[in-house]
T-cell receptor
Framework: GAVVSQHPSRVICKSGTSVKIECRSL??????MFWYRQFPKKSLMLMAT?????????EQGVEKDKFLINHASLTLSTLTVTSAHPEDSSFYIC???????????????FGPGTRLTVL | AQTVTQSQPEMSVQEAETVTLSCTYD???????LFWYKQPPSRQMILVIR??????QNATENRFSVNFQKAAKSFSLKISDSQLGDAAMYFC???????????FGTGTRLQVTL
């Protein structure tokens, strides 16, 4: 149980285009989803927190208009990188949590990540 | 702001031996959670072990155990009988409450040698 998927696993795009990454909770309902960015050999940096049906809360320094997050259902959140540039190339990871689960111990379940390369 | 520090960028251990990864954190909260995550080359984050701050007993999961020193704000991970499959990046993480975000340390790369 508690499986989170991401699609696509890898994407290459041209500079100036937009890319959408999907994060799905496959066997539970995710009231909250998180989006992280990870540079090579670095730690995970939280970009934003999204609660189903609400606007995302972005971390300081993350451009809301560049990284659009939508969490329209309890099983799907999307991250759209708009007008992508080479510096946006990174590994993007989502995680999900169902706050309604009893004894959840604050655990987040992570997706496998998406590698974005902007040419 | 809460911070998590891992002072060992890389560690190496021989197969079947024991290794301890260090983690310290800074917080003014009294109720929080601590985690160790493993990230193998596949990049999939895997929860290794968790500790609730209100519990004095150190958490244990098979070959993995922690040494939680609340007063010192220290949370080290001990891996016993190391296996080749333990080779990965290990991240210490902190969270407050049940609805809060995770703050990660910078990670420790563990190598396991024959």
């Amino acid at each position: 149980g508690a499986v989170v998927s991401q699609h696509p696993s890898r994407v290459i795009c041209k500079s100036g285009t937009s890319v959408k990454i999907e994060c799905r909770s496959l066997d539970f309902q995710a009231t909250t989803m998180f989006w992280y960015r990870q540079f090579p050999k670095k730690s995970l940096m939280l970009m934003a927190t999204s609660n189903e049906g609400s606007k995302a809360t972005y971390e300081q320094g993350v451009e809301k208009d560049k990284f659009l997050i939508n969490h329209a259902s309890l099983t799907l959140s999307t991250l759209t990188v708009t007008s992508a540039h080479p510096e946006d190339s990174s590994f993007y990871i989502c995680s999900a949590r169902d706050l309604r689960l009893a004894g959840a111990y604050n655990e987040q379940f992570f997706g496998p990540g998406t590698r974005l390369t902007v040419l | 702001a809460q911070t998590v520090t891992q002072s060992q960028p890389e560690m190496s251990v021989q197969e079947a031996e024991t290794v301890t990864l260090s983690c310290t954190y800074d917080t003014s909260e009294s109720d929080y959670y601590l985690f160790w995550y493993k990230q193998p080359p596949s990049r999939q984050m895997i929860l290794v072990i968790r500790q609730e701050a209100y519990k004095q007993q150190n958490a244990t999961e098979n070959r993995f155990s922690v040494n939680f020193q609340k007063a010192a704000k220290s949370f080290s991970l001990k891996i016993s009988d190391s296996q080749l499959g333990d080779a990965a990046m290990y991240f210490c993480a902190y969270s407050t409450g049940t609805a809060s975000k995770l703050t990660f340390g910078t990670g420790t790369r563990l190598q396991v040698t024959l």
